[in-house]
């Protein structure tokens, strides 16, 4: 009996999302459609500069990044190969943890070189407040141990459709012993309608 409740419930439940889903989706459909109906004629491309700085606590309390895999080699690796982390760090406008918070890094990154440090980085920048309020850039790319690096700006969402552009990352403070933090200000240029 108790099973057969869930798989109710759990059927209910997918009924009610796919309800959902589908009169969002028509909506949403013919906003996009309308959206690239209009590039081709008026719209034409910006560029748009974002600077902001971005906060990890990697270790100790209230981590914003956790570690959720790793191989049988990586601890025996300078480079940590193999070591996967997922994240979720604010984005503020300053440098100082209690800056106001603009947005949310979500994603993951994980170390993919075997000889040298070589870290893939999948994440979206999720913002929540100003303009930009509901809109995200995703980036792909790949940093070294080296304090600056520039990671591809692949496209996004909301005033973000299509956007393609060059994420700078400039490595401010990286504490393993005290704080655990690493705080990493970003300069963006992004290309976008
Ligand atoms: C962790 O979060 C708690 C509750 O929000 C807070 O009181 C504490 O100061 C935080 N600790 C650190 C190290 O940020
Ligand atoms: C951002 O947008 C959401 C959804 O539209 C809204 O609920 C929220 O209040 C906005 N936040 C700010 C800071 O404007």
């Known amino acids: 009996m108790e ?11 997918v009924g009610m999302a796919m309800r959902i889903a ?3 989706n028509e909506d949403q459909a013919k906003e996009v459609d309308e959206w690239f109906q209009k590039i081709p004629m008026n719209a034409k491309e910006k560029v748009t500069k974002l600077h902001f700085f971005f906060h990890e606590r990697f270790a100790g309390n209230n981590l914003t990044a956790v570690r959720v895999g790793r191989a049988t080699v990586t601890d025996t690796l300078a480079t940590q190969f193999g070591l996967v982390s997922i994240m979720d760090d604010p984005l503020t406008e300053g440098s100082e943890p209690t800056s106001k918070e603009i947005g949310r890094a979500q994603g993951l990154y994980s170390f993919s070189g075997q000889d040298e440090v070589g870290i893939l980085m999948v994440m979206n920048f999720v ?9 995200s850039l995703t980036i792909l790319g790949r940093v070294s141990g080296a304090p600056h690096g520039e990671m591809p700006i692949i496209g996004g969402s909301g005033v973000f459709r299509l956007a393609r552009g060059v994420a700078l990352a400039d490595m401010r403070e990286f504490d393993i012993i005290k704080t655990g933090h690493a705080i990493v200000e970003y300069n963006l240029e992004v290309i976008h309608y």
Do not use: D, R
């Open 3 to 13: 099973k057969l409740g869930v798989v109710i419930a759990i059927t209910l439940m």
């Open 22 to 24: 589908h009169c969002s």
């Open 127 to 135: 913002f929540t407040s100003g303009e930009f309020n509901g809109s």
